[in-house]
C-alpha cells in the first residue's frame, strides 16, 4: 500500500471541489438553486437541451420525424448552458427532477406531458408518431433491448472512460484501464451486432441507433475524448461502416447541429424554433451580422 493511497473517511462529507472539469456544477445535493421561468415558443414540442450525445438523440429524433411528414412534431430548441448552472433552475427541475439535459415538454397533450432522460423520450415520440420503432412484436422488442443496452452502457463510456481518461484531474492508471476494457468491449458487442445486421435492431432503422449513434458512432469516430487512437476504434469495421451510413442522413446531419455550442461556428445552430433557422440562424451568419 503506497503512502498516497486515499483511506475513505467514515463518513463522506463535501468539504471541497473535487477537481477535473466539471468540478464546479457537480453537488451532492438534488433540487432547484434558483428561480427561474423556462421560455416558451409556438411549437407542440418544447425541448431545453444541449448538443452533447444525449441531447443530439432527441434532436436527430424530431429531424427524422419531420423530414418523414409528421408536421405535428415540430418543435422549439431552446439552449440549456449546463456549465453555467442552468439545469438548476426551478422551470427546469420542474420538468426534470434529475437535473440534467435533455428535458422535454409535449404542450399537444392537456395538461402537458413532461419527459426526462431521453430513452423516455425517444419511446415516447415513436409511440405518438408511430415511427422508428418496428410493427412486428419479435422486431420491436429487440429496438426497445439496444434502446435499453444504450441507457444502461454510455455511463461507462461517459461517466467512467471519459471521465477518467479526458477530464479528470489527474490521469490514474487504474480507472482508465478498468474503463478502457469496458468500452473495448462494448464496442465490440456493437461491432459483432452490426456484422450481420444492417441497423442496431435489424433491418428496420430505429430510435435504437438515434440513441447509440450520438454516443458510440462519435467514438469510432475519433471525436470523443480524442481517444480514438488509443482504443484502437478502426478496428471495429462494420460500426466503422454503421456510424458512417447513419451520419449520411440528412435529418442526422440537421439534429446534430440543433443546440450545438461547439465545433466550426457552420455546425452550430444554438436555438432552432423554426425549420428555416438551418439556412439562416447557424452561428457563422449569426456572427457575420455583429
Ligand atoms: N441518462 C440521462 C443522462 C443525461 C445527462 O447525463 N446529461 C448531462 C449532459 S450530456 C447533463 O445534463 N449534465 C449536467 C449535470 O450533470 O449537472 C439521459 O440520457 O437523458
Do not use: C
Request: charged residues 25%.
Amino acid at each position: 500500500m503506497s503512502e498516497q493511497e486515499y483511506q475513505p473517511p467514515k463518513v463522506w462529507t463535501w468539504d471541497r471541489e473535487s477537481g477535473g472539469r466539471f468540478a464546479s456544477i457537480n453537488r451532492p445535493i438534488a433540487g432547484p438553486t434558483h428561480d427561474k421561468e423556462l421560455p416558451v415558443g409556438k411549437h407542440p414540442f418544447q425541448l431545453y437541451s444541449l448538443g452533447t450525445p444525449n441531447g443530439v438523440k432527441v434532436t436527430v429524433m424530431f429531424e427524422e420525424l419531420l423530414a418523414a411528414g409528421h408536421s405535428d412534431a415540430e418543435y422549439d430548441a431552446w439552449l440549456i448552458n449546463i456549465g453555467e448552472g442552468d439545469q438548476f433552475g426551478s422551470g427546469f427541475v420542474d420538468i426534470n427532477p434529475n437535473s440534467k439535459i435533455p428535458a422535454l415538454m409535449d404542450r399537444s397533450t392537456n395538461p402537458p406531458t413532461r419527459l426526462f432522460e431521453s430513452g423516455s423520450m425517444l419511446l415516447y415520440l415513436a409511440e405518438k408518431f408511430d415511427a422508428f420503432l418496428p410493427k412486428d412484436h419479435a422486431k420491436r422488442t429487440e429496438a426497445i433491448n439496444w434502446l435499453f443496452w444504450q441507457m444502461g452502457s454510455a455511463p461507462y463510456l461517459g461517466g467512467g472512460f471519459g471521465h477518467f481518461y479526458a477530464y479528470a484531474p489527474e490521469k490514474l492508471e487504474y480507472p482508465i484501464n478498468r474503463f478502457a476494457m469496458e468500452v473495448k468491449r462494448q464496442l465490440d458487442v456493437l461491432d459483432r451486432r452490426l456484422a450481420d445486421n444492417e441497423y442496431m435492431a435489424g433491418d428496420e432503422y430505429t430510435i435504437a441507433d438515434m440513441a447509440i449513434w450520438p454516443w458510440y458512432g462519435a467514438l469510432a469516430a475519433g471525436a470523443a475524448y480524442d481517444a480514438g487512437e488509443f482504443l484502437q476504434v478502426h478496428e471495429y469495421e462494420n460500426v466503422q461502416r454503421w456510424r458512417k451510413q447513419i451520419g449520411a442522413r440528412e435529418p442526422v446531419k440537421r439534429g446534430r447541429m440543433v443546440n450545438r455550442t461547439f465545433g466550426e461556428p457552420e455546425t452550430q445552430l444554438r436555438e432552432r424554433h423554426d425549420a428555416s433557422d438551418f439556412e439562416t440562424k447557424t452561428q457563422d451568419k449569426v456572427e457575420s451580422k455583429d
